[in-house]
């Protein structure tokens, strides 16, 4: 780290602890964030002395939120299977994660504490790691530093950097530059997010390809599911039907005119649409606009009740965690962030299931968003009439649908094998001393 900056992020990391200790009891995320870390080093403690086995290896591995995570989770979990004897600590930062953690399985699990030197040894203290493992691009630059010096390896997975990431900025550059560089491996997504990376530190010698992990997880889902079992099979239907998958409002501002519009041309078409904060009030508007414009609608939980999907035109689903199995049931799949500041998500869900996949414009950052429009199974689109024309267009076009599907599926599968080859890397580590 830049040592100008050093006493001033030090500063910053006080008046974050401070800000723990005074958060209020509110629902919003930065608070809650805040609150989590309150106690966050006697739990890890607690959960060291009752659980890690030093004369075991122990990977530690740290995710800061649930995509991040969703990269992480098959290396767990295939990790497990192929060397039982390692421990697995899994530490992540955002609350979204706090629920999603418990399905990486590991024997340690936290928010990580704030990145100062006494948290940082207090962690390795308690943990003994093996190696400390990083998933797409987030680094703590002052935990980096401590566990370099305790001989440590630090590796990064599934690591990304788009052209346009802010990254790449003089300030992070400053602050971060020393943290990669200390990086003993990195497996890419691919050779140029790899060459980029080298731009933040990283030693380029240190750099392999190793593929992105989520390739290899929504494809192993897409096989697993089954159409018998709910929700699939409660939201299956001979008709016509769009996924809408993580929607915004600035995503419903184009989606649901354009398919008013749509059902006009396709009066049997249905909406299957899974907003990405599926709050009380988000569906509510939704059933609203659905009821106001005539149509049928019910929620996911309704149809689970009552058993009868075929009468809604619209089925808003009102929980999360399901909608990587819905898209099974997408004849064309719209992924949502497109319209939105947040960026565009997981595009490669429906894709695995064979669906063409839509999205808006915002999708510079998504690597996959790119390599299902170069394959022709994906489509951009930038507003209401755009939006209505492809949707037609692959609705009515059955030979059309199912090259652009195929396409789409054809992408994830040549993708996949980043998992095992990023077990192999970390592997190489294991021998390396408990610290």
């Known amino acids: 780290m830049n040592p100008l900056l050093r006493p001033l992020y030090a500063g910053a990391v006080s008046l974050a602890r401070a800000a723990a200790l005074i958060a209020p009891d509110a629902p919003h995320k930065v608070w809650r964030s805040l609150r989590a870390r309150r106690g966050v080093l006697a739990r890890w403690r607690q959960q060291a002395a009752q ?20 990269q992480a989770r098959p290396v767990a979990h295939a990790l497990r299977e192929e060397h039982p004897q390692v421990q697995l600590a899994y530490s992540f930062f955002s609350p979204s994660a706090e629920s999603f953690a418990a399905s990486i399985g590991a024997d340690l699990t936290g928010y990580l504490p704030f990145d100062s030197a006494h948290d940082a040894d207090a962690m390795l203290d308690a943990l003994r790691p093996s190696v400390l493992v990083f998933v797409k691009l987030d680094v703590w630059p002052v935990l980096v530093e401590r566990a370099a010096a305790r001989g440590i390896p630090v590796l990064m997975l599934s690591a990304t950097l788009a052209a346009s990431s802010g ?49 290899d997880q929504v494809w192993q889902r897409a096989q697993r599911v089954s159409r018998r079992s709910a929700p699939v099979s409660s939201t299956a239907s001979s ?79 009102d929980r999360v965690g399901v909608l990587g199995d819905l898209y099974a049931n997408a004849n064309v799949a719209y992924v949502g962030g497109g319209f939105h500041s947040a960026g565009l998500h997981s595009a490669i869900e429906p894709a695995a299931f064979g669906a063409p996949v839509v999205f808006g414009p915002g999708h ?43 396409a789409a599926q054809e992408i994830v599968a040549r993708e996949r094998g980043a998992t095992q080859r990023s077990v192999s890397l970390v592997a190489e580590y294991l021998s390396v001393g408990v610290g």
């Open 51 to 70: 659980t890690r086995d030093t004369q075991r290896p122990l990977v530690w591995m740290h995710a800061p939120s649930v995509g991040e995570g969703l």
């Open 167 to 215: 990254r790449r900025g003089v300030l992070s550059g400053a602050l971060l530059h020393d943290a990669y560089g200390a990086l003993a491996r990195v497996g890419a997504i691919d050779a140029d997010h790899g060459a980029r990376l080298v731009e933040l530190g990283v030693q380029y010698e240190r750099i392999v390809t190793t593929g992105d992990t989520r390739f």
């Open 239 to 317: 008709r016509p039907t769009v996924v809408a998958g993580s929607t915004w409002p600035a995503d419903e501002t184009v989606l649901l005119p354009a398919w008013e519009q749509l059902r006009k041309k396709i009066p049997d078409v249905r909406l299957i649409i899974a907003p990405h904060e599926p709050t009380p009030s988000h569906v509510d508007s939704l059933l609203r606009w659905a009821r106001a414009a005539g149509f049928r609608a019910a929620t996911l939980s309704d149809i689970e009740r009552v058993g009868d999907e075929r009468t809604a035109d619209v089925i808003v689903v």
């Open 364 to 406: 510079h950052m998504s690597r996959e968003a790119g390599l299902l429009l170069q394959a022709g199974g994906a489509a951009e689109v930038h507003d209401v009439e755009t939006m209505r024309h492809t949707l037609v267009r692959w609705l009515r076009d059955e030979t059309a649908r199912a090259e652009a599907g195929h």
